[in-house]
């Protein structure tokens, strides 16, 4: 079963717009990562922020954490054609026992 | 190359036949995990070792799944009698700490 329920599950933007996507999840974490998929491929780690942490930045990529509502989001700033893949928030809930994933956003970014 | 690597990157097979899956994790990563991904989910977690160390199989989807990690380096997941259900892709992911880094996957397709 996924714990995490991302929203929205697709998202069309174009080039140069900035993309948010939410991850919801059910139970208490360690930590909660964001990945990506390009189409039939494996999934490549974007960030990681820990459950005592509210925000992160890596490059164009925002996260932010709330516990109490159980939900983070991933902005992504300044989108290009290249961001164009699925993204999946994963969470941790025992320091590195298994991650469990939500269903995931495809991103479309119109060039 | 120094990421995880999985083969074969894909796998036609007739129902009922049996299938081995390898991984090589990265070297210096010590836990290793097998996930399956069907179409347009998340990846959904199988088991996992550290070292040579099965510490969780139990979200195995049935008794014909089963996963070695004979010496603490390469693993194997083998679908015995495979049905048409099991078509999905197959991915390993290895860390040492925190944040995965994945393979590519297998990609099952059971005729």
């Known amino acids: 079963s996924q714990q995490g329920e991302e929203d929205p599950q697709a998202l069309s933007i174009q080039e140069g717009e900035n993309a948010t996507m939410n991850c919801s999840y059910k139970t208490s974490i360690n930590n909660l990562q964001w990945y990506r998929q390009n189409s039939g491929r494996g999934l490549v780690h974007l960030i990681l922020i820990r459950s005592n942490e509210r925000e992160k930045h890596s490059g164009r990529l925002r996260v932010t954490l709330d516990t109490s509502k159980k939900s983070s989001s991933l902005l992504i700033t300044a989108s290009r054609a290249a961001d164009t893949a699925s993204y999946f928030c994963a969470t941790d809930g025992n320091a590195g026992n298994m991650l469990t994933f939500g269903g995931g956003t495809r991103l479309m970014v119109k060039p | 190359d120094t990421g995880v690597s999985q083969n074969p990157r894909h796998k036609i097979t007739k129902r009922g036949q049996n299938v081995t899956f390898r991984c090589d994790p990265i070297s210096e990563h010590n836990r290793l995990y097998w996930y399956r991904q069907t179409l347009g989910q998340g990846p959904e977690f199988l088991t996992y070792f550290q070292n040579e160390a099965q510490l969780e199989k139990s979200r195995l989807l049935s008794d014909r799944f089963s996963a070695e990690r004979p010496k603490g380096s390469f693993s194997t997941l083998e679908i015995q009698r495979t049905e048409q259900g099991d078509s999905a892709m197959y991915l390993c992911?290895?860390?040492?700490?925190?944040?995965?880094?994945f393979g590519s996957g297998t990609r099952l397709t059971v005729v």
């Open positions: 992911a290895s860390t040492w700490t925190e944040g995965y880094t």
